[in-house]
């Protein structure tokens, strides 16, 4: 008996050393897959692992925070301060240099002490973990265009040095949006770039706010605004069209804005997908409206009481709802799924179409993948008091909705073939020091400023303006904007490596394309065709699927244990 | 994006705690149950935990008398730790400045319970993109909007377009880390000098090397930066250090289910939350918010009451000087906005029974003279208000007339008229006053 259990110990310990690289079987997942239907013969349900994909990846999860420049959260990385009482960071040995404010020797003598800053003049500083709960900066199109300077990177307080005051117990300066955090405050981002792959030349394909970064990362493309209600946060594009530059809530949501929403032209990637009939879908923070949170909220007004901003923050914000800008793949009633096994799927299981049209609440993600079914493509947006904007989040309530997440995919048998990408859609505005010469020009003559007024780029006749939805140079496109983190966590991440091949936002979506589709392209002026590749950032050839992190979802520290307790309604 | 902050009121569970008192109103014919809450609740208190390096900086920074031109006063000189960080003394306001001889302005606010107060604003809710709207363009919404009559147990207080939050009586300030330098360098009060004079003070201080420790050698070479994080450790200290919102009054442990209150505390807490009478709840809200945070006794409105007038204040024999709260004079950037002159913020009442100035101007000493105000203000104003030489009742006589219509006269008990019964009997008061001094932190639960 005793030999006996060696021996399949043995196996076991055998098998999982070798799994990334063994075919794995379907039935490996086939927990709670007794609802009688054939998968191998039901093209509109297979199982993401049957699917085929260039990589080993058969599993994607793109965690799309909010906010954060690059040298905001690793200016020092991987040297934390570590002052008394606070969560000491010790980096690895030899982790890589990255393009940080430390090693381009700007934490002193940096331009923004340029007097034009005037109050808000000073070298980058320090937040503590204690200033968590800082003020918002300026993140409007033409702003953080003024604060580039053409290149010189030094009119950051003047121009997006302003925001919220972010409650009674907030931090804020004049020329706060000089200030970083480091390792003892984003702990649990240090130790995933230590342990995984991360890029620090990562950038939003345009300047501007959340919901130009929202459509980016699915569409690769703010080209096509079609308002439905009020007037749109957008410019004109020199074609007659619009072009959306701020934030506006999507067309038909049932919590939307009631005097301002509008629609996109054009197809995004969940498009794509559903014409191959692959799991997608869009997880999202409050999307459920079914649902009452513990302080007894309910529909879009569902609300969490976070103590690190002191406040009751509203889940669910409209102008974060990456699919629902385009008819084909919003949900604008937020119909629920027939059942958890039609999560993903655009037809139920008795082949009806299915309500949700790919978009869930973040409670699906958790719930589908313990039903074994798991989407091919998930993206996730945190519940606002976890998304890391400042004024409604922070770094901490951000970082404990990460990790909860990332660890509970690491205990799933599908981890093996998972990736996770945690990156951002905007930088809120906050210093980062690296410039990079418009590769998407535009030319509005009031909005456009990087180069000059109404220059992004070297002008309309050297650089023209990239083509939009119709196939024609529009304006309001001016990118590439802000340098934004980008961490890769899987298996097949290359280990305490850092990438610094170009990508943007739409890399994501080049990304599922090259993945699962062949290569194919969205078209239509999106940025997917041009964007770089996230290649880079993974060593397919060697897999570690003991190369899991554990982090304690307050501390984002490595614990040895994994904590349970995901939070359920 | 700046996603819907609700600071939630709570406004929706008055009605909850009314049912909750009715109950343990009837409760009193049981000896057995008498005064105890028959529906507790479970309170969420703030998580305690040891002083971070930043919140012990502050506290040296708090207690550092030094930074006053006197030598003599430190935050905790008027905020003082043993009178629920108010002021220790019997006047109205204050004394401060290099010979301590000049009175601050105003009452001294306590420093308790600031935590979760929200940033000034003026309704409606801002809404949930990045656009920002300024006060005025928030004022010019509120002028468009019929004002609510807030009642205990409605839901006015959320409903108002009128300003709310902010720190001081004026709200002038957003962050406690803003709040404290105020202090710091008013003639009046500590009277620091300069940020010159405070950063210098600042590097020499026995605690500089905590600075550096934490915001790097840079930071002494910065003197804006230098304050700033000078004040946010002052602001971390209130945030973190537990007697700032212990939340351990009577009351506290009443709604837990855990004391009892007598029946002069009980009918008290009946008035307080009952429309028809005291009204108080209306804006000093008294019911756990749907987080099941303890109530914080304060809407975080602004409210024009019309208070009289104090001789003794210093100020006031300028017979042209006026303190006109939200407009001016100390807060500046709103002057325009006249329909909100004469208004200051809704204090907490918790520990208000260790007071001895009320309201901005400290023209009341005792909670008898408060509750008198509210009671006799309308029906009684002669009781209030002095009278002119030709014995005239100088009803409002610390605004001036143009801003009278700016006066409160829709909220119960506001609402009556000269001759009107006023709404409660020196029993009611003695009542209320009685359930107010449950409202003191400190109380020893029995076991």
Redesign the interface.
């Known amino acids: 008996m005793k030999s006996k259990l060696l021996t399949t110990a043995a196996i076991v310990a055998a098998a999982s050393a070798l799994a990334c690289t063994l075919p794995v079987l379907a039935d490996d997942f086939g927990r709670d897959r007794d609802h009688g239907h054939d998968h191998d013969h039901d093209d509109h349900h297979r199982h993401p692992h049957d699917i085929h994909t260039e990589t080993p990846i058969k599993h994607l999860v793109i965690i799309f925070n909010e906010n954060r420049s690059f040298d905001h959260y690793f200016a020092t990385y991987p040297n934390a301060a570590n002052p008394s009482g606070s969560i000491p960071f010790v980096p690895k040995q030899h982790t890589p240099k990255v393009n940080n404010l430390a090693n381009a020797n700007l934490l002193v003598n940096n331009p923004n002490t340029n007097p034009a800053n005037g109050t808000g003049a000073t070298n980058p500083f320090r937040l503590d973990r204690t200033q968590a709960n800082t003020r918002s900066q300026n993140h409007s199109y033409t702003p953080e265009q003024q604060a580039v300077d053409n290149g010189k990177e030094d009119l950051f307080p003047k121009f997006t040095g302003r925001g919220t005051a972010g409650g009674a117990g907030a931090f804020g300066t004049n020329g706060q949006v000089m200030g970083y955090f480091d390792g003892n405050t984003v702990t649990a981002l240090w130790n995933y770039a230590q342990h995984f792959s991360m890029s620090d030349n990562n950038w939003t394909d345009t300047f501007g706010p959340s919901t130009p970064g929202m459509l980016e990362v699915v569409a690769g493309q703010t080209n096509g605004v079609q308002p439905v209600i009020g007037t749109t946060s957008s410019i004109a594009d020199g074609q007659g069209g619009l072009t959306l530059t701020g934030d506006t809530d999507p067309g038909n949501d049932v919590c939307s804005s009631t005097t301002s929403t509008m629609l996109m032209g054009g197809k995004n990637i969940g498009d794509l997908l559903t014409a191959e009939h692959i799991s997608w879908g869009s997880f999202m923070g409050g999307f459920d409206l079914t649902l009452k949170n513990a302080n007894g909220t309910t529909g879009c007004g569902r609300s969490t009481f976070s103590g690190n901003v002191n406040g009751t923050i509203v889940d669910y914000i409209p102008h974060h709802a990456f699919f629902q800008y385009h008819a084909s793949t919003a949900n604008p009633t937020h119909a629920r799924p027939s059942s958890v096994h039609a999560i993903g799927h655009t037809h139920d299981l008795n082949g009806k179409v299915d309500p949700a049209n790919h978009n869930y609440d973040l409670e699906d993600l958790y719930a589908a993948i313990k039903a074994g079914n798991f989407p091919a493509v998930s993206y996730v947006k945190m519940p606002a008091y976890q998304d890391g904007h400042a004024g409604n989040s922070d770094p901490l309530d951000e970082q404990a909705g990460n990790v909860e997440l990332i660890n509970f995919l690491q205990k799933q048998p599908e981890w093996r073939e998972t990736a996770v990408i945690i990156t951002y859609d905007d930088s809120d505005g906050w210093y980062d020091h690296q410039y990079v010469a418009p590769k998407n020009a535009s030319y509005d003559a009031t909005a456009d400023q990087v180069n000059g007024p109404g220059l992004c780029g070297l002008g309309p006749n050297k650089q023209p303006a990239p083509k939009g939805l119709g196939g024609k140079p529009v304006n309001g496109r001016c990118g590439p904007g802000t340098r934004v983190p980008f961490i890769v966590i899987s298996p097949f991440a290359k280990q305490n490596f850092v990438s610094h091949e170009r990508i943007t936002q739409a890399s994501v979506v080049r990304f599922i394309e090259d993945n699962w589709l062949h290569g194919e392209r969205l078209g239509g002026g999106s940025f997917d065709a041009t964007a770089g590749s996230i290649m880079d950032l993974f060593d397919f050839d060697h897999c570690d699927e003991a190369n899991k992190l554990f982090l304690d979802p307050t501390a984002g520290t490595v614990v040895v244990s994994v904590p349970e307790g995901h939070y359920h309604y | ?8 009121l709570g406004a929706g569970l008055l009605c909850l705690a009314g049912a909750v008192f009715a109950a343990g109103t009837q409760g009193l014919a049981e000896p057995n149950q008498a005064g105890t809450n028959p529906n507790p609740v479970r309170l ?1 208190r ?2 305690v935990a ?1 002083l ?5 900086l502050g506290k040296e920074i708090f207690y550092d008398a030094s930074l006053s031109s006197s030598g003599a006063l430190s935050c905790a000189s008027c905020h003082s730790p043993d009178h629920a960080y108010g002021p220790p003394n019997d006047g109205p306001v204050m004394l401060g400045g290099a010979t301590l001889s000049r009175q601050g302005a105003r009452a001294v606010p306590s420093l308790t319970y ?6 000034f604003s003026i309704g409606p809710d801002k ?6 709207i300024d006060l005025a363009q928030m004022a010019a919404i509120g002028q468009q909007a019929a004002r609510t009559t807030k009642t205990a147990g409605g839901s006015g207080a959320s409903a108002n377009i009128v300003p709310q939050g902010g ?1 001081f009586w004026d709200g002038r300030a ?5 709040q404290a330098l105020f202090p710091l360098l008013d003639p009046n009060e500590m009277d620091g000098g300069s940020a010159e004079i405070v950063a210098d003070k600042l590097r020499r201080a026995p605690y500089a090397n905590r600075f550096v ?4 050698a ?2 002494m070479r ?1 003197q ?2 230098l304050i ?2 000078a004040m ?1 450790a002052v ?2 200290y ?3 250090e537990p007697s700032f919102h212990p939340y351990t009054s009577k009351y506290d442990f009443w709604l837990e289910g855990k004391a009892r209150l007598s029946e002069s505390e009980l009918r008290g807490l009946q008035l307080f939350n009952d429309p028809d009478k005291a009204n108080c709840a209306g804006c000093h809200t008294s019911a756990p ?5 303890p109530p914080l006794f304060t809407d975080h409105q602004y409210e024009a009451l019309g208070a009289p007038r104090n001789a003794a204040l210093a100020n006031n024999r300028d017979p042209n000087y006026f303190d006109l709260g939200v407009c001016g004079p100390h807060r500046t950037d709103i002057p325009e906005q006249t329909q909100y002159c004469g208004m200051f913020l809704t204090p907490t009442l918790r520990n208000t029974a260790t007071r001895r100035a009320f309201f901005h101007n400290g023209v009341f000493r005792t909670l008898e003279q408060v509750l008198d105000f509210y009671n006799f203000r309308d029906t009684n104003p002669e009781k209030v208000f002095p009278r002119a030489a030709d014995s005239a009742v100088q009803k409002y006589d610390d605004l001036p007339q143009k801003y009278h219509p700016n006066v409160d006269v829709t909220d119960p008990p506001f609402d009556r008229h000269p001759g009107d019964k006023p709404a409660m009997t020196e029993q009611d008061e003695a009542d209320i006053i009685a359930f107010l001094k449950t409202l003191t932190d400190g109380y020893k639960v029995e076991n």
Do not use: C, K, Y
């Open positions: 994006m700046n996603s819907r902050t609700l600071w939630l969420m703030p998580p040891p971070s390096s930043m919140a012990l600031l935590d979760r107060h929200p940033n809404g949930d993109d990045d656009n920002i720190l957003d962050t406690l880390q803003d420790e934490l915001f790097g840079g930071v910065n804006r930066l700033a994080e946010f602001a971390r209130q945030v973190e918010t749907r987080d099941g945070l």
